[in-house]
């Protein structure tokens, strides 16, 4: 049961790193997210094999190495939350302050670490669990006591969610505008707002154990498994399975990649010409519309006029480049103004490209493969399969009547492409 546990969790952290570095780049505070949720897998992961079920070897290993890096769960929180409330990444010399404390943490483990072989770190923590009550006296730590460090711990973490809960409520009342339509219309609000009173159920736990510790037996609690049936273990029971979705979510929910785009302070040019939104869009940014309507001219105009899409290397930070607008925006922009994505806005470009390059026939001594070659297609099959998806039918009648027509019967092709609509 414990390997298995600790094997889910070890791979749903491998997916989550993976998604992180895939997507970064869309928007960097998944940066302090992902750091966060490996940081507190690792703090999960921990507690579950220390308290519920003793496992020494993976007790051994997460215990006390990691112990610095738990303390860095609050500040990662933290910058994340108010990365994504301020949407932009920020990390200043004055934040360099929150990771002080992780620091004379590592410094206090050092002799732990050091004195003691791994084998002798999985007897003593066999023989700590045998007799709990030693675990007060014996030092892992040469500055703090182990009370002292598990309080300490706990209070730091829960004082960080109260500083992303401040955070978050003064976003709220600086848009003005309800906490309920945010919650009903801003997926990436509850979202958030979800994560921050999710996170409150471990510390919870650990504020009860402490408790029952100060107050009980520590051997009657942790010898007797009394606190594998109390409301702590409960508690950290289900923070397990809240960790798991956490760290999957990015896989299930890549809105979540967004953030929350404010523009109303930023100095983004909007233009005199504006784009009436589609009724059956979904809803949009309450504050931002007119900045993502000028966008959606925007990048119309620069597909259109610039033709980027031919590139088979066109990607979104091109776009992003040439608009001088972040891609977390664009991301955003496409998604709800254009309902599509960025892969399926850039082919539908291509193959409307294609069609018109179709009215011409194929030049002499050429093929299929150059018209979808010169439509930014990298093959045939990816032109095959984005032209079935997007227009829902196979081009394999219209690639035979271009064969059939020959380079000077451009009427076959015409026939076929005067019943597609352009982008």
């Given at each position: 049961?414990?390997?298995?546990?600790?094997?889910?969790?070890?791979?749903?952290?491998?997916?989550?790193?993976?998604?992180?570095?895939?997507?970064?780049?869309?928007?960097?505070?998944?940066?302090?997210?992902?750091?966060?949720?490996?940081?507190?897998s690792?703090?999960?992961?921990?507690?579950?094999?220390?308290?519920?079920?003793?496992?020494?070897?993976?007790?051994?290993?997460?215990?006390?190495?990691?112990?610095?890096?738990?303390?860095?769960?609050?500040?990662f929180?933290?910058?994340?939350?108010?990365?994504?409330?301020?949407?932009?990444?920020?990390?200043?010399?004055?934040?360099?302050?929150?990771?002080?404390?992780?620091?004379?943490?590592?410094?206090?483990?050092?002799?732990?670490?050091?004195?003691?072989?791994?084998?002798?770190?999985v007897?003593?923590l066999e023989?700590?669990?045998?007799?709990?009550?030693?675990?007060v006296?014996?030092?892992?730590?040469?500055?703090?006591?182990?009370?002292?460090?598990?309080?300490?711990?706990?209070?730091?973490?829960?004082?960080?969610?109260?500083?992303?809960?401040?955070?978050?409520?003064?976003?709220?009342?600086?848009?003005?505008?309800?906490?309920?339509?945010?919650?009903?219309e801003?997926?990436?609000?509850?979202?958030?707002f979800?994560?921050?009173?999710s996170?409150?159920?471990?510390?919870?736990?650990y504020?009860?154990?402490?408790?029952?510790v100060?107050?009980?037996?520590?051997?009657?609690?942790?010898?007797?498994?009394?606190?594998?049936?109390?409301?702590?273990?409960?508690?950290?029971?289900?923070?397990?399975?809240?960790?798991?979705?956490?760290?999957?979510s990015?896989?299930?929910?890549?809105?979540?990649?967004?953030?929350?785009?404010?523009?109303?302070?930023?100095?983004?040019?909007?233009?005199?010409?504006?784009?009436?939104?589609?009724?059956?869009?979904?809803?949009?940014?309450?504050?931002?519309?007119?900045?993502?309507?000028d966008?959606?001219v925007?990048?119309?105009?620069?597909?259109?006029?610039?033709?980027?899409?031919?590139?088979?290397?066109?990607?979104?930070?091109?776009?992003?480049?040439?608009?001088?607008?972040?891609?977390?925006?664009?991301?955003?922009?496409?998604?709800?103004?254009?309902?599509?994505?960025?892969?399926d806005?850039?082919?539908?470009?291509?193959?409307?490209?294609?069609k018109?390059?179709?009215?011409?026939?194929?030049?002499?001594?050429?093929?299929?493969?150059y018209?979808?070659?010169?439509?930014?297609?990298?093959?045939?099959?990816?032109?095959?399969?984005?032209?079935?998806?997007?227009?829902?039918?196979?081009?394999?009648?219209?690639?035979?009547?271009?064969?059939?027509s020959?380079?000077?019967?451009?009427?076959?092709?015409?026939?076929?492409?005067?019943?597609e609509?352009?982008?």
């Amino acid at each position: 049961m414990v390997n298995a546990f600790v094997w889910l969790n070890l791979i749903s952290i491998v997916v989550l790193v993976l998604l992180v570095l895939n997507n970064y780049k869309t928007n960097p505070n998944i940066i302090y997210l992902g750091l966060f949720l490996v940081s507190f897998s690792i703090f999960i992961i921990a507690s579950y094999v220390t308290l519920i079920e003793f496992d020494p070897f993976w007790a051994a290993i997460l215990f006390n190495y990691f112990t610095p890096l738990y303390l860095l769960a609050g500040p990662f929180f933290y910058f994340y939350t108010r990365g994504v409330v301020e949407d932009k990444f920020i990390f200043s010399k004055v934040d360099i302050l929150h990771f002080i404390l992780a620091f004379i943490q590592l410094i206090g483990i050092f002799p732990f670490i050091f004195s003691y072989s791994f084998q002798e770190k999985v007897l003593i923590l066999e023989e700590l669990h045998k007799a709990p009550n030693n675990f007060v006296e014996f030092r892992f730590n040469s500055i703090f006591t182990n009370a002292q460090n598990m309080w300490f711990r706990t209070v730091s973490f829960m004082g960080y969610l109260f500083a992303a809960l401040v955070r978050l409520l003064i976003f709220v009342r600086s848009e003005k505008i309800s906490f309920f339509i945010l919650m009903r219309e801003q997926f990436n609000f509850r979202w958030l707002f979800y994560l921050l009173c999710s996170m409150f159920f471990l510390p919870l736990a650990y504020l009860i154990f402490l408790f029952d510790v100060t107050s009980f037996d520590l051997g009657q609690i942790l010898l007797e498994q009394e606190f594998n049936v109390s409301i702590g273990g409960l508690i950290l029971y289900f923070s397990v399975f809240i960790n798991l979705f956490n760290n999957i979510s990015l896989l299930f929910f890549p809105q979540l990649l967004y953030g929350i785009p404010r523009v109303a302070n930023k100095n983004y040019s909007i233009s005199s010409t504006a784009v009436q939104q589609d009724d059956a869009a979904p809803p949009t940014p309450y504050k931002n519309t007119e900045y993502f309507e000028d966008l959606v001219v925007r990048i119309k105009t620069y597909m259109q006029v610039q033709e980027p899409f031919l590139q088979i290397d066109f990607n979104l930070q091109m776009l992003s480049n040439a608009l001088n607008v972040p891609q977390h925006h664009l991301t955003y922009c496409i998604r709800y103004f254009f309902n599509s994505n960025f892969s399926d806005l850039k082919n539908s470009y291509r193959i409307a490209h294609f069609k018109k390059l179709a009215q011409n026939g194929i030049p002499k001594h050429l093929n299929i493969d150059y018209l979808i070659e010169q439509s930014g297609f990298k093959s045939k099959s990816s032109f095959y399969a984005c032209f079935s998806k997007l227009e829902g039918y196979n081009p394999s009648r219209i690639v035979k009547q271009l064969y059939d027509s020959g380079p000077a019967g451009p009427s076959g092709a015409t026939g076929a492409t005067d019943q597609e609509g352009q982008v």
